[in-house]
Nanobody, 124 residues
Framework: QVQLVESGGGLVQAGDSLRLSCEASGRTFSRTGMGWFRQIPEKEREFVAR????????YYADSVKGRFTISRENAKNTVYLQMNSLKPEDTAIYYCAGGSLYYSDRLPSQYDYWGQGTQVTVSS
């Protein structure tokens, strides 16, 4: 079983940057694709980015492409989300997810385990 713990959220101004981290426990971390999702109240959870097990391929939602970068350090059991040029519409709870099998996985149902989320608030 894998447990995920996110950190790095906070309150920033539009145009600022944040880096989210997600630390995983368990021995399967380096063998699974990982993703980031976000959610605002009364909306469905939205795909943000995904990275393959070894980090060789990444996949982004159009809304964050060119501004966000997903990366991972398997030696540290950690996946990151570097967020630059933040906009107020990026405000959400951000969730780390694992267990993805395929490059284009962008549905929550395609991920097996989740972190508790970290709040990101971008003021205008």
């Amino acid at each position: 079983q894998v447990q995920l713990v996110e950190s790095g959220g906070g309150l920033v101004q539009a145009g600022d940057s944040l880096r989210l981290s997600c630390e995983a426990s368990g021995r399967t971390f380096s063998r699974t694709g990982m993703g980031w999702f976000r959610q605002i109240p009364e909306k469905e959870r939205e795909f943000v980015a995904r990275i393959s097990a070894r980090g060789g391929s990444t996949y982004y939602a159009d809304s964050v492409k060119g501004r966000f970068t997903i990366s991972r350090e398997n030696a540290k059991n950690t996946v990151y989300l570097q967020m630059n040029s933040l906009k107020p519409e990026d405000t959400a709870i951000y969730y780390c997810a694992g267990g993805s099998l395929y490059y284009s996985d962008r549905l929550p149902s395609q991920y097996d385990y989740w972190g508790q989320g970290t709040q990101v608030t971008v003021s205008s």
